[in-house]
């Protein structure tokens, strides 16, 4: 069997887990469930380039969906987004596994896509954290020679489904390729690989790392509520017995209905222990064996801070705002995954060498039989529905008024459950839905405990909105034009003189006469606009080089052949 074929195998198993996980979420319409939030008919606005002052985690990530929307439907490309998710995370895993064998490869791509912080973070609806997690096994692969020829245009495109992903994925992939560069190459050479490392992970950081340095001054940031978002145990060996297991996310709602249970849990310690046993003994790969393993346990120990040494990591912050990537820590834990994957895929190689196909028949299906909830959507949490018609009607009367004016949703709340979403709990979209500058209430509140709201405009109206019925003339004077409510008995309204222009079973829209212009952009628009360039630079000059054969991982490593010279004849 050639590597192309193995390769195409691995693609289609990849596939196979997608269409399994997704299941009713492959329907026509969307997937809405916590961060996930797409919207039919995207815009390119202020917010989808972090210029209205909110901390930007969705840059550039609502960018590239957008881009994409404009010529695939919206619901097909959040489909496509998740499927390459799948299909990229086993087919990159599988490339790692250094065995000519077709098995072991699929025991790396199985485990590597189907385990327990996929489903965490997928239930979460963090697709864009799961876009890097995806091409990490590349990006180890990529980092191990990047103090080759052409190693720093190989780094930045392995770190592109991690660039859009934005800020967590390109921390988490970062660090893992920091790691890898600074062990791997021989000692005079490990400084200039950690520094193109740097350099790449830097400039692919620009489009939301510019706009985030430039929020307007005095503004709350997110380095508060360490403990809300601290690692937590969902299986009875505790929170870092939970983080071994590849699980441990801070929201116990994302736990997979049935994981934790102690005979499965037990089982899949064994799996796991087998597996690091495997990669530390027979893993011979001299590239990025080492390099792996020290992102692994880097990554185990960032993933570990919040719960066990919390003042640490809130002093950590306070030194720099940007470190609060780090409070969510369980996301750390990718690089241990790529270590896991490897691991099994290695031991079944060992099981294949010693004649027991059996063993590695059972290395590739062990992650789906102790993780059956993931399948059908997560067990039927994750399935597409459709915005209610109302949604329709509000955007058509909205976004089709000249006046200028921003428009604020009510209830004060940052995440909805909506009936027609089926109660889940998701981040309202109406500030994505919409063409205007929408003002909600952005502070996060877990457990009886609120983190500060970050958008300035929401800080400035909070006040107001928070009582549920904001004056009419206050908002006016803050640029407010049009009010969004739920059509709930005895929901919230401006009180005084607004306007009733839409009154539907999901929606009742008001309208303020006379509002002011309606908010500027908070960040300069300049800066963002150097950063979005420099950038574009940066990816073209790694996939147009022209000395450097091109390589694209999905398709197999496949690389344009060059021209023979052809014979002079005498």
Not at 202 to 213: F, H, K, N, T
């Given at each position: 069997m050639t590597d192309r074929t193995r390769h195409l195998v691995a693609v289609l198993t990849g596939l196979g887990l997608g269409l399994a996980a997704l299941g009713p979420g492959l329907a026509p319409g969307f997937v809405l469930s916590y961060d996930m939030v797409f919207v039919p008919d995207?815009?390119?606005?202020?917010?989808?380039?972090?210029?209205?002052?909110?901390?930007?985690?969705?840059?550039?990530?609502?960018?590239?969906?957008?881009?994409?929307?404009?010529?695939?439907?919206?619901?097909?490309?959040?489909?496509?987004?998740?499927?390459?998710?799948?299909?990229?995370?086993?087919?990159?895993?599988?490339?790692?596994?250094?065995?000519?064998?077709?098995?072991?490869?699929?025991?790396?791509?199985?485990?590597?896509?189907?385990?327990?912080?996929v489903a965490e973070r997928l239930l979460l609806g963090q697709w864009a954290l799961l876009l890097g997690y995806a091409a990490l096994p590349w990006v180890v692969a990529s980092a191990a020679r990047t103090d080759g020829p052409g190693g720093g245009r190989r780094l930045v495109r392995a770190l592109l489904p991690a660039a859009i992903g934005g800020f967590a994925a390109l921390a988490v992939s970062a660090m893992t390729a920091l790691a890898v560069a600074l062990v791997t190459p021989p000692g005079a050479e490990r400084l200039r690989a950690g520094l193109r490392v740097v350099a790449a992970a830097g400039v692919l950081s620009l489009p939301w790392l510019i706009p985030g340095a430039l929020r307007p001054?005095?503004?709350?940031?997110?380095?508060?509520?360490?403990?809300?978002?601290?690692?937590?145990?969902?299986?009875?060996?505790?929170?870092?017995?939970?983080?071994?297991?590849?699980?441990?996310?801070?929201?116990?709602?994302?736990?997979?209905?049935?994981?934790?249970?102690?005979?499965?849990?037990?089982?899949?310690?064994?799996?796991v222990v087998v597996a690091l046993a495997a990669y530390w003994g027979w893993c011979r790969e001299p590239g990025w064996r080492r390099g792996a393993a020290v992102a692994a346990a880097a990554g185990f120990v960032v993933a570990a801070l919040g719960a066990v040494a919390a003042p640490v990591l809130e002093g950590v912050i306070d030194l720099w705002p940007g470190f609060a990537v780090l409070r969510d820590g369980q996301q750390f834990?990718?690089?241990?995954?790529?270590v896991v994957a490897v691991g099994l895929g290695v031991a079944a190689d060992r099981a294949a060498q010693a004649r027991w196909p059996g063993v590695a028949v059972a290395a590739v299906a062990v992650p789906v039989l102790l993780l059956p909830t993931l399948a059908w959507g997560a067990a039927g949490d994750l399935r597409s529905v459709r915005y209610p018609d109302d949604w329709a009607r509000?955007?058509?009367i909205i976004d089709g008024d000249p006046a200028p004016g921003d428009v604020l949703v009510l209830?004060?709340?940052?995440?909805?459950?909506?009936?027609?979403?089926?109660?889940?709990?998701?981040?309202?979209?109406?500030?994505?839905?919409?063409?205007?500058?929408v003002i909600v209430d952005d502070a996060v509140t877990v457990g009886g405990t609120t983190v500060a709201p970050e958008d300035p405009r929401a800080v400035a109206l909070a006040p107001s909105a928070r009582t549920g019925t904001p004056p009419a003339a206050t908002l006016r004077d803050e640029g407010?034009?049009?009010?969004?409510?739920?059509?709930?008995?005895?929901?919230?309204?401006?009180?005084?003189?607004?306007?009733?222009?839409?009154?539907?079973?999901?929606?009742?829209?008001?309208?303020?006469?006379?509002?002011?212009?309606g908010a500027r952009d908070a960040v300069p628009v300049a800066p963002v606009v150097a950063a979005w360039v420099l950038t574009s630079l940066a990816v073209f000059w790694s996939i147009t080089a022209s000395r450097t054969t091109l390589s694209f991982p999905l398709l197999g490593g496949i690389t344009p052949r060059r021209p023979r010279p052809r014979?002079?004849?005498p």
């Amino acid at each position: 069997m050639t590597d192309r074929t193995r390769h195409l195998v691995a693609v289609l198993t990849g596939l196979g887990l997608g269409l399994a996980a997704l299941g009713p979420g492959l329907a026509p319409g969307f997937v809405l469930s916590y961060d996930m939030v797409f919207v039919p008919d995207p815009a390119f606005t202020r917010l989808t380039f972090g210029l209205t002052g909110v901390v930007p985690r969705h840059v550039p990530s609502d960018a590239f969906v957008t881009a994409l929307a404009a010529v695939v439907p919206a619901d097909a490309v959040q489909k496509l987004v998740l499927l390459a998710v799948f299909v990229m995370a086993c087919t990159s895993a599988a490339s790692l596994v250094p065995s000519p064998r077709l098995l072991p490869r699929l025991a790396a791509g199985v485990c590597y896509a189907w385990n327990p912080f996929v489903a965490e973070r997928l239930l979460l609806g963090q697709w864009a954290l799961l876009l890097g997690y995806a091409a990490l096994p590349w990006v180890v692969a990529s980092a191990a020679r990047t103090d080759g020829p052409g190693g720093g245009r190989r780094l930045v495109r392995a770190l592109l489904p991690a660039a859009i992903g934005g800020f967590a994925a390109l921390a988490v992939s970062a660090m893992t390729a920091l790691a890898v560069a600074l062990v791997t190459p021989p000692g005079a050479e490990r400084l200039r690989a950690g520094l193109r490392v740097v350099a790449a992970a830097g400039v692919l950081s620009l489009p939301w790392l510019i706009p985030g340095a430039l929020r307007p001054a005095g503004l709350p940031g997110d380095g508060t509520a360490v403990d809300l978002f601290a690692a937590r145990a969902d299986t009875p060996f505790g929170t870092l017995g939970s983080l071994l297991l590849l699980g441990g996310a801070w929201n116990g709602e994302t736990v997979p209905r049935g994981y934790g249970a102690p005979v499965i849990a037990t089982i899949w310690l064994v799996v796991v222990v087998v597996a690091l046993a495997a990669y530390w003994g027979w893993c011979r790969e001299p590239g990025w064996r080492r390099g792996a393993a020290v992102a692994a346990a880097a990554g185990f120990v960032v993933a570990a801070l919040g719960a066990v040494a919390a003042p640490v990591l809130e002093g950590v912050i306070d030194l720099w705002p940007g470190f609060a990537v780090l409070r969510d820590g369980q996301q750390f834990a990718a690089p241990l995954s790529v270590v896991v994957a490897v691991g099994l895929g290695v031991a079944a190689d060992r099981a294949a060498q010693a004649r027991w196909p059996g063993v590695a028949v059972a290395a590739v299906a062990v992650p789906v039989l102790l993780l059956p909830t993931l399948a059908w959507g997560a067990a039927g949490d994750l399935r597409s529905v459709r915005y209610p018609d109302d949604w329709a009607r509000a955007r058509r009367i909205i976004d089709g008024d000249p006046a200028p004016g921003d428009v604020l949703v009510l209830p004060w709340a940052s995440y909805r459950s909506f009936p027609w979403n089926h109660g889940r709990r998701v981040l309202d979209p109406m500030p994505r839905y919409l063409h205007r500058r929408v003002i909600v209430d952005d502070a996060v509140t877990v457990g009886g405990t609120t983190v500060a709201p970050e958008d300035p405009r929401a800080v400035a109206l909070a006040p107001s909105a928070r009582t549920g019925t904001p004056p009419a003339a206050t908002l006016r004077d803050e640029g407010v034009r049009y009010v969004v409510v739920d059509a709930e008995p005895g929901a919230n309204r401006p009180s005084g003189a607004a306007m009733e222009v839409l009154r539907g079973p999901d929606l009742v829209v008001y309208r303020i006469e006379g509002a002011a212009g309606g908010a500027r952009d908070a960040v300069p628009v300049a800066p963002v606009v150097a950063a979005w360039v420099l950038t574009s630079l940066a990816v073209f000059w790694s996939i147009t080089a022209s000395r450097t054969t091109l390589s694209f991982p999905l398709l197999g490593g496949i690389t344009p052949r060059r021209p023979r010279p052809r014979r002079r004849t005498p």
